[in-house]
């Protein structure tokens, strides 16, 4: 079948540094967008060597942790610090669709990357930025990571762990997920005003914050706390329509009752509690939202969970199409059968022979198929033929590696 690539002819221009534009680029890079990565020449982006912190290898041809966020990319690496530098940049900015970036406001307004700047000189071109905390505001220009201005922040750390208890503490935030869904948001923002500049002319700027998108993530929760929620919400409070349970064989389960009125019955006799199917107390939804009605059926509850193992009770959740799932870890999830079977893990062979499973954006497109995975650049690697593409002779390429304003691989 002819492989159809949505973003074929777009080209971004990405200056980034760690997660969240970078997964932005790498997913438009699999979606057929030309994506140039700019990296500076003091080591490139620090995405490189992060990976050495948790054990995982950061070798020059051998970095799966950073291939998983730069994938099918090229990349250059320019001194953006050097007259030189910058109208290659700006070279590449003449014909990008895309500039992508995490740099702060600031930053950009001192290299003269900043919107106002590239709206005069390039009309057509939507400039997209992923911000710690927003546009305005006395934080505007703070820098802003996954763990703080997401995770703790955005309330998650507390409202999910701090019980008021001196024993409670903070969970311990999950890596990269509050970049990766910025990343999800950005792309979406990002190629809403691609189309709306070809059909207009006229470019944009769109962005995100790691701090505003960990709210709309939580704008349940923070929307309710009008109403009367309180979090966190203890185990005692926590509701055992839809909380996990400890099994005989200390796995844990996790039923889920989303319609109330019509799986609820079903619920409680497969737990062997049919004395509360007909119960007034428990057959309206917002009496377990009370402490003296939710902590004694989340005790019972816990006591029946753990007579059979989590296996068994799955089979006779689903045998009754209830929703459910066993808690999986990390590990357990790169192995899932249905991960394998969906496309969800690849198996990256490298030249030096060793084989990594990485885990694939989740997008999918009939007309696209399966996006190849080729491992992300290596620092430089695309620097003299990225130079050729904008009209620079090899002498002048040449002359720029000497005198070190740009960096090519070896």
Not at 65 to 80: M, P, V
Not at 84 to 113: C, P, Q, S, W
């Amino acid at each position: 079948m002819e492989q159809i690539k949505p973003l074929n002819g777009v080209k971004v221009v990405e200056l980034s540094l760690m997660v969240a534009a970078a997964t932005c680029g790498r997913m438009m890079a699999d979606w057929g967008a030309d994506v140039i990565k700019i990296e500076n020449t003091k080591g490139g982006d620090t995405m490189r060597k992060w990976p050495a912190g948790v054990g995982a290898p950061v070798e020059e041809d051998f970095n799966p942790l950073f291939d998983s966020l730069n994938a099918n990319k090229r990349a250059a690496s320019i001194n953006l610090k050097t007259p030189e530098g910058m109208n290659i940049m700006y070279k590449l900015l003449e014909n990008a669709d895309v500039f992508l970036t995490n740099v702060r406001t600031a930053g950009l307004e001192h290299m003269g990357l900043d919107y106002d700047t590239l709206k005069r000189k390039f009309p057509r071109l939507v400039v997209a930025q992923v911000l710690g905390y927003g546009e305005k505001g006395p934080d505007k220009d703070r820098p802003g990571y996954d763990n703080t201005a997401f995770w703790a922040r955005g309330g998650f750390m507390y409202s999910q762990s701090i019980e008021g208890s001196d024993e409670s503490y903070p969970v311990y935030m999950p890596t990269g997920f509050g970049d990766t869904i910025c990343a999800l948001g950005i792309m979406a923002a990002t190629v809403s005003a691609i189309m709306a500049a070809r059909t207009t002319g006229k470019g944009d700027r769109v962005s995100l914050s790691l701090y505003g998108t960990a709210m709309w993530m939580a704008n349940i929760l923070i929307n309710n706390t009008q109403f009367g929620m309180h979090y966190p919400i203890s185990r005692g409070l926590c509701s055992p329509l839809g909380a996990p349970f400890r099994c005989k064989d200390s796995r844990w389960f996790m039923p889920q009752v989303v319609d109330f009125d019509r799986d609820a019955h079903t619920y409680f006799s497969l737990l062997g509690a049919d004395d509360m199917i007909d119960n007034p107390i428990y057959s309206d939804r917002a009496n377990f939202n009370k402490k003296e009605v939710s902590e004694p059926v989340i005790c019972r509850f816990e006591k029946i969970f753990a007579q059979k193992t989590a296996s068994e009770w799955n089979k006779l959740f689903k045998s009754k199409d209830l929703c459910c799932e066993i808690l999986c870890s990390y590990d357990e999830t790169l192995n899932d059968e249905q991960a394998v079977v969906n496309d969800n893990v690849f198996t990256m062979h490298y030249d030096n022979g060793q084989e990594v499973k990485l885990v694939r954006p989740c997008l999918r497109s009939e007309n696209l198929g399966t996006p190849d995975y080729n491992r992300g650049p290596m620092y430089g690697e695309h620097t003299a033929s990225i130079l050729t593409d904008i009209g620079c002779s090899k002498e002048e390429i040449d002359i720029l590696i000497k005198e070190k304003i740009v960096i090519q691989h070896d």
